[in-house]
């Protein structure tokens, strides 16, 4: 089983729709992040939660709002559905750098994402 | 001037061949880097992280320069399951967010 799952997978909606992507971990780390990719723009960063009660603008965060309900999850709201949030949306989780073994530093682990159409 | 820039390609390698990319960062204060790589439609995965003595994973080395901040990646004996895009990443110290390039995308011909 994944380790980091998103649903939904695909969606189209319209214009002015009120959408929520989800976000699932199973491997305990602290901290989340969400992503929208978009072709030759890269992966650029929305939101990021620290921890339950830490949740941090990202570059793009306009039009977006984010719930952390528990150290699994991480939902992604569009309030008002636009078409130029026509992307691929990543969930991300990593774990701080201090305290711990680890394999690679800050090394993030993706979701396998949600690929949203804005008619 | 983009924080992390990269060629975006594509590259198109016969099989066995060594294919390389740079990659150049503006941060003077980044500290960790990154090559992660990403199939067609699919989530990002890390394929090594960049030291500052260079490092070795099988047919893969990386290099950090950071006078000329750029870091490169170097593919030996190419194999068709390299096709991806692969995408250079950045962090700046005491910042747990990454910045990503755009990618490079490398197509690897039988």
């Known amino acids: 089983d994944a380790d980091v799952t998103q649903t939904p997978r695909n969606r189209i909606t319209k214009t002015g729709k009120r959408i929520m992507l989800e976000c699932s971990q199973t491997k305990g780390h602290d901290r989340m992040y969400w992503y929208r990719q978009d072709p030759g723009l890269g992966l650029r960063l929305i939101y990021y939660s620290f921890d339950v009660k830490d949740i941090n603008k990202g570059e793009i965060s306009d039009g977006y709002s984010v719930s952390r309900q528990a150290q699994a999850k991480f939902s992604l709201s569009l309030e008002s559905a636009i078409p130029n949030q026509t992307a691929l949306y990543f969930c991300a989780t990593s774990i701080p750098n201090s305290g711990r073994p680890k394999p690679h530093p800050d090394t993030q682990y993706f979701g396998p994402g949600t690929r949203l159409t804005v008619l | 001037r983009k924080e992390v820039e990269q060629d975006p390609g594509p590259f198109n390698v016969p099989e066995g061949a060594t294919v390389a990319f740079n990659c150049t960062y503006s941060?003077?204060?980044?500290?960790?880097f990154f090559w992660y790589r990403q199939d067609c439609r699919k989530e990002p995965k890390l394929l090594m992280s960049v030291y500052s003595s260079g490092n070795e994973d099988g047919r893969f080395t990386a290099q950090l320069n950071r006078a000329s901040q750029y870091i490169s990646l170097l593919i030996r004996d190419s194999k068709l399951s390299d096709s991806a895009t692969y995408l250079c990443?950045?962090?700046?110290?005491?910042?747990?967010?990454?910045?990503f390039g755009t990618g490079t995308r490398l197509t690897i011909i039988p």
């Open positions: 990443v950045v962090n700046n110290f005491g910042n747990e967010k990454l910045t």
């Open positions: 941060n003077s204060a980044s500290q960790s």
